[in-house]
T-cell receptor
Framework: QVQLVQSGTEVKKPGASVKVSCKTS????????INWVRQAPGQGLEWMGW????????GYAQKFRGRVTMTRDTSISTAYMEMSSLRSDDTAVYFC??????????????WGQGTRDTVSS | SYVLTQAPSVSVAPGETARITCGGD??????VVWYQQKTGQAPLLVMS???DRPSGIPERFSGSNSGNMATLTISRVEAGDEADFYC???????????FGGGTKLTV
């Protein structure tokens, strides 16, 4: 069965960086884009960007360009999201999600369990 | 950028029908996806375009979409349905997803 398993809770100081992993199994890793979505405490879902595991190409929401990098290691079927220059308002749960297509339209059919990142001095 | 508008909360008694709406400009021309998120959990895909329900999602969940409003309908609501629900479309001009603000369903 398809699984996306994320790395554990992080606590970072302002200005630091965080790297979250998303280990996939149960399907061919290179066949589906991985997107990252975050959720601040008590807030809704915010899309951050995408990464194509086959080519390694990525794209980011304008808000995160220059501060977020999405990469992968195909040998271990794992995607990564790294964010630099952390601020307190980056405190959130970060989710990876697999893209599938339904009648030609993309949607997120499987999600990781989420990684909580707290940014505090 | 495309905006999806959801009511913050909906409250129904067990056994009743819950209707969760998602408003957007000409949303009837778009494919709307719905996710359910229970407290402390990741979102779960519950509806694509009716009758396309993912495996394991009960038939009590159905969707409709027309004009400027999409609706997720949950019949015979159970206590276990209590969650936040998010609608989502894919904005083709910028090729990225857009989420509604979410609706908290209280049973």
């Amino acid at each position: 069965q398809v699984q996306l398993v994320q790395s554990g809770t992080e606590v970072k100081k302002p200005g630091a960086s965080v790297k979250v992993s998303c280990k996939t199994s149960g399907y061919t890793f290179s066949s589906s884009d991985i997107n990252w979505v975050r959720q601040a405490p008590g807030q809704g879902l915010e899309w951050m960007g995408w990464m194509n595991p086959y080519s390694g190409t990525s794209g980011y929401a304008q808000k995160f360009r220059g501060r977020v990098t999405m990469t992968r290691d195909t040998s271990i079927s794992t995607a990564y999201m790294e964010m630099s220059s952390l601020r307190s308002d980056d405190t959130a749960v970060y989710f990876c999600a697999r893209v599938a297509y339904d009648s030609g339209e993309p949607l997120f059919d499987y999600w990781g369990q989420g990684t909580r990142d707290t940014v505090s001095s | 950028s495309y905006v999806l508008t959801q009511a913050p909360s909906v409250s129904v008694a067990p056994g009743e029908t819950a209707r969760i709406t998602c408003g957007g400009d000409k949303i009837g021309n778009k494919r709307v996806v719905w996710y359910q998120q229970k407290t402390g959990q990741a979102p779960l895909l519950v509806m694509s375009e009716d009758p396309d329900r993912p495996s394991g999602i009960p038939e009590r969940f159905s969707g409709s979409n027309s004009g400027n409003m999409a609706t997720l309908t949950i019949s015979r609501v159970e206590a276990g349905d209590e969650a936040d629900f998010y609608c989502q479309i894919w904005e083709t001009t910028s090729d990225h997803p857009v989420f509604g603000g979410g609706t908290k369903l209280t049973v």
